[in-house]
């Protein structure tokens, strides 16, 4: 049974930082997708952050718009962990954040099948 456990949530001031984790268990995502959603109160879940393998060792981030050049997403296959390093946070980011997985190699965020169950993030001020 595959499980994906995320870990690093919590409250943060606005302009602070946050660095979430993701371990998986039950099969390898090695070269497979590994990436974020988060959904905010009232809203529909939206892709956050994505990795795709291009080859050797070697993955290709996607950011959504909102988060371009705050958040870092990146991956230890040893460990079969994705991380999202979040930066100048701000009270829009607040949201359950979600890990995701996919079995298919495409990247494409409606393909991702593999769940987390979510950890909530919260930016005060």
Do not use: H
Request: with cysteine; net charge positive; glycine share 14%.
């Amino acid at each position: 049974q595959v499980q994906l456990v995320e870990s690093g949530g919590g409250l943060v001031q606005a302009g602070g930082s946050l660095r979430l984790s993701c371990t998986a268990s039950g099969r390898t995502f090695n070269t497979y997708p590994m990436g974020w959603f988060r959904q905010a109160p009232g809203k529909a879940r939206e892709f956050v952050a994505g990795t795709t393998w291009i080859g050797g060792a070697t993955y290709a981030g996607d950011y959504t718009t909102s988060v371009k050049g705050r958040f870092t997403i990146s991956r230890d296959d040893a460990k079969n962990t994705v991380y999202l390093q979040m930066n100048r946070l701000t009270f829009e980011d607040t949201a359950v954040y979600y890990c995701a997985a996919s079995s298919r190699s495409t990247g494409r965020a409606d393909e991702y099948d593999y769940w987390g169950q979510g950890t909530q993030v919260t930016v005060s001020g």
